[in-house]
């Protein structure tokens, strides 16, 4: 495969990424390798599949269940995907959420085997204080 192809694939697999987040459910996983590792602003690092579910299961069907990414750009290195991205939601009390950040993926073996996310974490203690309020 030629680089051109190589950059394309790639690209369409952070666009597939991106829609299956915008799906809000764990079919997700399908792009994870079983040993990847999840890192999340503030959060130690997830490590596997199991951890991982278990905070994107969260997200989807407590946190976040209506959220919306857009991809604004998605960058290719080598084995690396980056996506910047912006994201709308309703919080779990009914406010209106948005944010941007950026994913730094790296693959091996078509799987994802690292998935770093930066984003501002400023909205991000709304909704973890709305979800304490609920509990």
């Not at 991982?52 to 290719?76: C, N, P, W």
């Not at 910047?84 to 309703?90: D, H, Q, S, Y």
């Not at 779990?92 to 091996?108: A, D, H, R, T, W």
Request: charged share 25%; hydrophobic share 45%; glycine share 4%.
């Amino acid at each position: 495969m030629g680089a051109n192809e190589k950059i394309m694939e790639l690209q369409e697999f952070g666009k597939a990424l991106i829609h299956a987040f915008n799906a809000n459910n764990l079919a997700l996983l399908s792009f994870f390798d079983p040993n990847a590792t999840y890192e999340f602003p503030g959060m130690p690092r997830l490590e596997g599949k199991q951890s991982i579910k278990k905070f994107l299961r969260m997200v989807f069907e407590e946190a976040l269940s209506d959220m919306i990414i857009t991809a604004r750009q998605i960058f290719i290195c080598t084995n690396y995907i980056i996506i910047e991205w912006t994201n709308k939601a309703t919080t779990p009390m009914g406010n209106p959420y948005s944010n941007l950040g950026v994913f730094i993926i790296e693959l091996k073996d078509e799987k994802i085997q690292s998935f770093r996310e930066y984003l501002d974490l400023s909205p991000t203690k709304l909704v973890a204080e709305e979800l304490k309020a609920k509990r």
